[in-house]
């Protein structure tokens, strides 16, 4: 195991006091040695370096740790969060309850916060000193009067919460052992049925910078809710964005288990089974993270019980005092002792309503009465501490604690290192060596030879940055010009397939096969798309086939639920029309004679043609959600392949100019722009109803003797009513149809990038370059240079420069190193 937070914090926080010791010696001894005109430059460097470091310790003593919660249905995400509240104050239900994004911030004095939200049908406004009972309440209110409101308004914004609060997991110092400032948030985010709120959506998007604990339904059994349960994780990861390794998987409600004539060994086949499930749905569809996948950290919780051990913990002395205040007769104790003692005593009835089956070693144990009442405070402890070790509460604190060391650091740290080092750290590394190397090249002799070198050094670098843009440029451009190709109908070579190759072919390619399967995103969106409409249509298939409308799959819920329910009764309209079953999978020839067949084929085909328009609304919503989710990927794929892409220029250039000290800052260059959007298709599934003449015999009586045959020419209505396969594919088709153009738009997107990204790193190496021709002009000018000051100062002095330089750029390897120095 690495080494605690704050040891990680604090060594980095050393570290960073060191560098400045180390600048305060050599700028001590330099400038005794330089005129009068470098003292203002070296004061600059000074000043901004301790500015710097004041900002370095500030974020490295009160840092931002932020928990964020999320699940899928009904798995006791909001129990999760109470557990770690210690308190019961986000709503709970056997129904799904989360409506809105709540947070929760560390505050020794209770608050709410409701915002004001448009058209909000519950109270807003701010609340403080009030109880635990309060927030839930409500909460409660706000979240249900949203629930209920919201399938007739579905533009209606979710309510947004902020709770203050003295929650258990910072107020407990021992259990997560963080820096002393350290700030904490919970993030209780909704489930996929709200994200589509543009406030939850921009909370979520916090989640890039949290700490994720996803909570999993243990309790499901049916094979097709735990496809859609294994669906809905994906998502949720997703979402969350950024590497799975920050995210802890929770297999929660695993008490389930305990029921089981031989629990042990049910329970581990379902551990074995959910994991290797888990792993290989987020591996199919995040291919990128397949490593971190692999060391996925997945545990297993009770969180009801372990919630009620914690309230029997804290009220166990206090009930105990209370019922020595009243009289022995409880017929004799008043209504409000009453309901006080049964608010303190209802953890221990739903402990022994609920989990018995927990407990029932300690029950034995202590001999004790099924009336809680009777429970004296020892009997009490040894109930909360079984009920806590049981649900797996003190393996899950102990994990928690260890994921939070281990990836907390790693959030944090990196990017304030990379703020220093911009605001100081680089300036101070580039002047010391550049400043040390122009006065060893400014006398007569040496000054031409460097102007000279300089020149050369440039050309040099021109040509290598140039090289790597065209090289990182190549695979796209191609793909560019077979796209263009392939919609001006000039090839039929499938641009997408050429994507493919050319991203494989890159991530075998120095410097990119550093990152491997990174880049995988930049084609496998394509992918992403095609599964998300399958499965939307899969889903109204086998409604129509089977005669009985089920869309429950965990796409549905990324679309308005208005659209849905109109799909729905569109649905149900086609099978009470007699689309369903075998007509549904085979399609039929229709001959409409009669008026009331007429009227049935004109029903038929105006509810297929307004299934496609329910669709299109529908499948468009999905595929947004998607296409976010998915372009979110390509962002930080293309981010990946930019820093890859910043190293190996950074490393290539000072190779070519060793003592300029050229730095290419991720932060300052690489800028990828979040405006790619793509637009997706409407679909069309109507049938053409033709009329056709058809000649009809029939016999009338002339006289009551006679019968006389008769032909007369009448109009049928006549169609080939396709199948929902035939459909299926049609609209398939259709959207692969503009699959090349939305691959244009991804080619020209990340073909700006690079150029953006050219343009940036061409200035910053031109703008370093002049930087050391000014400082070799001014050592020329204004140092007195002589061959034994360039021996016994100059000389050692430059390779001091040299060292510092070092050692600032070790800086940002630094919490790496320090965090696994304790494994």
Not at 92 to 100: H, N
Not at 111 to 130: M, Q, S
Not at 264 to 284: D, V, Y
Not at 480 to 497: A, F, G, R
Request: charged share 30%; net charge negative.
């Amino acid at each position: 195991m690495g080494q605690k937070s704050y040891e990680v914090f604090q060594a980095v926080e050393n570290k960073a006091n060191l560098l400045a010791g180390y600048w305060g010696d050599f700028k001590t001894e330099i400038i005794q040695h330089l005129p009068e005109s470098y003292h203002g430059e070296i004061h600059e460097l000074s000043s901004n370096l301790e500015k710097a470091l004041e900002v370095l310790i500030n974020e490295l003593r009160h840092p931002t740790l932020i928990l964020a919660t999320t699940g899928t249905t009904s798995s006791g995400k909001s129990t999760l969060v109470n557990f770690l509240c210690g308190a019961d104050i986000v709503p709970t239900a056997v129904s799904e309850m989360s409506a809105g994004a709540v947070t929760i911030e560390y505050n020794q004095e209770k608050g709410l916060i409701i915002e004001k939200t448009p058209g909000a049908l519950w109270k807003c406004g701010e609340w403080k000193n009030i109880s635990d009972e309060e927030i839930y309440d409500l909460l409660y209110d706000a979240m249900s009067s949203y629930i209920d409101a919201r399938e007739e308004q579905p533009n209606l914004a979710c309510p947004q919460a902020n709770i203050y609060y003295p929650f258990r997991l910072l107020k407990d110092e021992s259990l997560l052992e963080l820096p002393k400032g350290v700030r904490v948030k919970l993030l209780d985010l909704p489930g996929l049925s709200y994200v589509g709120d543009e406030r939850n959506l921009a909370i979520i998007k916090q989640c890039r910078e949290a700490l994720c604990l996803v909570t999993y339904n243990s309790e499901e059994t049916d094979p097709y809710k735990v496809d859609n349960l294994l669906s809905e994780v994906v998502d949720q990861v997703k979402d969350l964005g950024g590497s799975p390794a920050r995210m802890l998987f929770i297999l929660n409600k695993i008490d389930v288990f305990r029921k089981d004539q031989r629990w042990p060994r049910s329970e581990q086949r379902f551990i074995e089974k959910t994991t290797k499930n888990i792993k290989l749905e987020l591996t199919k569809q995040l291919r990128e993270y397949t490593e971190e996948i692999e060391n996925l950290t997945i545990l297993k919780l009770s969180t009801w019980p372990a919630s009620l051990a914690l309230q029997i913990q804290e009220n166990k002395e206090l009930v105990e005092d209370i019922l020595d205040e009243l009289p022995t007769i409880k017929d004799k104790w008043s209504e409000h002792d009453q309901s006080r003692i049964n608010q303190l005593l209802r953890p221990h009835e739903q402990a022994i309503d609920h989990f018995q089956f927990l407990i029932k070693n300690a029950i034995r144990k202590g001999e004790l009465d099924n009336d809680p009442r009777k429970w004296t405070v020892s009997q009490q402890q040894l109930i909360a501490k079984q009920l806590f070790k049981q649900s797996y509460a003190e393996e899950f604190e102990d994990k928690l604690s260890k994921h939070i060391a281990e990836h907390f650091p790693k959030l944090v740290i990196p990017q304030a290192i990379e703020r220093f080092n911009v605001a100081a750290g680089n300036s101070i590394a580039q002047w010391a060596v550049q400043t040390t190397t122009a006065i060893l090249n400014s006398s007569e002799e040496n000054y031409q030879q460097e102007i000279e070198k300089i020149s050369w050094i440039k050309s040099s670098l021109d040509q290598f940055l140039q090289v790597s843009d065209a090289n990182l440029r190549k695979p796209f451009e191609k793909v560019n010009q077979t796209c263009k190709e392939y919609i001006n109908q000039q090839t039929e070579d499938d641009p997408l397939s050429i994507l493919t190759e050319a991203i494989t072919d890159l991530q075998f390619t120095e410097p990119y096969n550093e990152i491997e399967e990174k880049l995988v995103p930049l084609y496998d969106w394509r992918n992403a798309l095609g599964r998300g409409v399958d499965q939307i249509l899969e889903a109204v298939a086998e409604s129509l086939e089977n005669g009985r409308v089920t869309l429950d799959h965990p796409n549905f819920r990324k679309a308005s639920i208005a659209n849905v329910n109109l799909l729905e009764g569109n649905l149900r309209r086609l099978v009470q029309l007699g689309y369903s079953h075998y007509f549904a999978k085979n399609g039929q020839n229709v001959v409409a004679k009669t008026q009331e067949d007429k009227e049935n084929l004109k029903e038929k085909n105006y509810e297929l043609n307004e299934l496609s328009i329910h669709l299109s609304l529908i499948i468009a919503q999905v595929l947004d959600k998607i296409a976010t989710q998915e372009v979110q990927r390509m962002y930080e794929a293309v981010n990946e392949l930019f820093i890859c892409h910043l190293a190996y220029l950074e490393k290539g250039s000072n190779e070519r100019a060793p003592d300029i000290v050229i730095r290419f800052p991720e932060s300052e260059l690489n800028k990828v722009k979040d405006n790619l959007k793509f637009d997706f298709v409407k679909f069309d599934s109507d049938f053409e109803i033709k009329k056709e003449k058809y000649i009809e015999e029939y016999r009338t009586w002339k006289h009551w003797l006679w019968i006389i045959p008769k032909k007369e020419k009448r109009f049928s209505d006549n169609a080939k009513i396709p199948s929902i396969g035939e459909i299926l594919a049609d609209w398939k088709k259709q959207l692969q149809e503009v699959e090349p153009e939305m691959l244009k738009q991804v080619i020209e997107w990340l073909l700006v990038q690079i150029d953006d990204l050219k343009k940036s790193v061409d200035k910053s190496q031109n703008d370093i370059l002049d930087q050391y021709r000014d400082r070799l002009e001014k050592a020329r000018q204004e140092i007195t240079f002589d061959y034994e000051k360039e021996q016994n100062v100059w000389q050692p002095m430059q390779q001091r420069a040299k060292r510092l330089e070092e050692e600032f750029s070790r800086l940002a390897n630094f919490e790496r190193e320090a965090n696994s120095s304790g494994s």
